[in-house]
């Protein structure tokens, strides 16, 4: 059977390029932990929203996407919504739309293994 995970090792190509691509939370699968550094350290630096933060970072918007649903899946950012800062929020429908569909994002907790 060619291509099973044998002995902990496995040695089919198309895995090992799909472990590369995912990635796990603090290991390094093709600098993930690194880009994930990035992140957060583009959250904390002011750029909360997914074009500013793959502007910030040099990342692609799917990559930024990703890394923020691994973070927000173990706690280590959360969604703040309702960031406009209009003072005609409370009266402007455009203002309410963009209220509700804008999601930002703020650092909860930053990984151990990230040091800024």
Known sequence: MAGNDVGGVD????????????????EDYGGVSEQICRVIRAIRGGANSID??????GLSVERVRGIIGVLLAHGYVREARGQCRCPLRRVCPLARLRERLLKTYVVVKEPPWCKS
């Open 11 to 26: 040695d089919h190509p198309a895995r090992q390029d799909a472990h590369q691509r995912i990635g796990g939370v603090g």
């Open 52 to 57: 500013a933060i793959a502007a910030a970072t």
